[in-house]
């Protein structure tokens, strides 16, 4: 038996028997994982309460809600790059478990969205290892204004060109999920698609940045900062532990 025909027999038997396997809570679980790692990198770029340095305009008007970062210690900065790639590693499990709530009804649309869904959080990670440089940059431009700003702008416009490679592909994977959740079209039951991450990050995050602005340091940062990893965290743990729709 070759490794492909292994592997077609091993994906037929999820989609065959989700309700007995215990891959489904065991993805779910390292997807929580993923999520949670990346938090508590989240934490070490904003949860500092220390007395903030004076901030510049540039700085002010680039991260609205998010000027903890120039509290972050360079230990900060250092694990939270690195934690971004662990976390992704777990992630990618995440891709899994979406795979097998959705191969019972459709293969076919278990895979594009496993597919994106991973593509999308390789990135993510990787973006959060970024942000520990970017952390440095902006410590340095609010330090020596003049002569940085150009680099202040050309690093947060490659901050912006790796966010949209990881918005296209995710908003895709939770859309598919989230329209064939809403048909009964996945093991997950009907309500759970009102925890999806693609429908709590449209509602929540304009919300959360009109609110940030007037917070105090660091309390702005953290809710905006965290969020996404909120929303992930939430989900993967009612994904696992909802019961699995009947056919």
């Given at each position: 038996?070759?490794?492909?025909?292994?592997?077609?027999?091993?994906?037929?038997?999820?989609?065959?028997?989700?309700?007995?396997?215990?891959?489904?809570?065991?993805?779910?679980?390292?997807?929580?994982?993923?999520?949670?790692?990346?938090?508590?990198?989240?934490?070490?770029?904003?949860?500092?309460?220390?007395?903030?340095?004076?901030?510049?305009?540039?700085?002010?008007?680039?991260?609205?809600?998010?000027?903890?970062?120039?509290l972050a210690t360079v230990s900060d900065l250092h694990i939270s790059g690195v934690l971004g790639p662990i976390a992704a590693v777990f992630y990618l499990f995440g891709a899994w478990h979406l795979?097998?709530?959705?191969?019972?009804?459709?293969?076919?649309?278990?895979?594009?969205?496993?597919?994106?869904?991973?593509?999308?959080?390789?990135?993510?990670?990787?973006?959060?290892?970024?942000?520990?440089?970017?952390?440095?940059?902006?410590?340095?431009?609010?330090?020596?204004?003049?002569?940085?700003?150009?680099?202040?702008?050309?690093?947060?416009?490659?901050?912006?060109?790796?966010?949209?490679?990881?918005?296209?592909?995710?908003?895709?994977?939770?859309?598919?999920?989230?329209?064939?959740?809403?048909?009964?079209?996945?093991?997950?039951?009907?309500?759970?698609?009102?925890?999806?991450?693609?429908?709590?990050?449209?509602?929540?995050?304009?919300?959360?940045?009109?609110?940030?602005?007037?917070?105090?340091?660091?309390?702005?940062?953290?809710t905006v900062g965290t969020f996404f990893n909120v929303v992930m965290m939430l989900f993967f743990a009612v994904s696992t532990v909802s019961p699995i729709r009947q056919r």
């Amino acid at each position: 038996m070759t490794f492909s025909t292994k592997l077609s027999s091993y994906l037929v038997s999820i989609a065959a028997q989700p309700q007995a396997n215990q891959a489904m809570m065991f993805s779910g679980l390292l997807g929580f994982l993923g999520a949670f790692i990346m938090f508590v990198g989240d934490l070490l770029l904003y949860a500092h309460w220390q007395s903030m340095p004076v901030v510049i305009d540039a700085v002010d008007n680039l991260l609205p809600g998010r000027k903890a970062v120039l509290l972050a210690t360079v230990s900060d900065l250092h694990i939270s790059g690195v934690l971004g790639p662990i976390a992704a590693v777990f992630y990618l499990f995440g891709a899994w478990h979406l795979y097998i709530k959705l191969a019972s009804r459709s293969p076919l649309w278990a895979g594009i969205t496993a597919v994106c869904f991973a593509f999308s959080i390789v990135i993510a990670g990787a973006f959060h290892a970024l942000w520990g440089m970017f952390g440095f940059v902006v410590q340095f431009v609010n330090q020596h204004t003049d002569q940085s700003l150009v680099l202040l702008e050309t690093a947060s416009n490659y901050m912006d060109f790796v966010a949209d490679t990881v918005i296209m592909p995710l908003g895709l994977a939770c859309a598919i999920l989230l329209v064939r959740g809403v048909l009964g079209k996945t093991d997950h039951p009907r309500w759970v698609s009102a925890f999806n991450p693609l429908l709590l990050l449209v509602l929540g995050v304009p919300v959360l940045d009109s609110l940030v602005i007037d917070m105090a340091v660091p309390y702005g940062a953290l809710t905006v900062g965290t969020f996404f990893n909120v929303v992930m965290m939430l989900f993967f743990a009612v994904s696992t532990v909802s019961p699995i729709r009947q056919r």
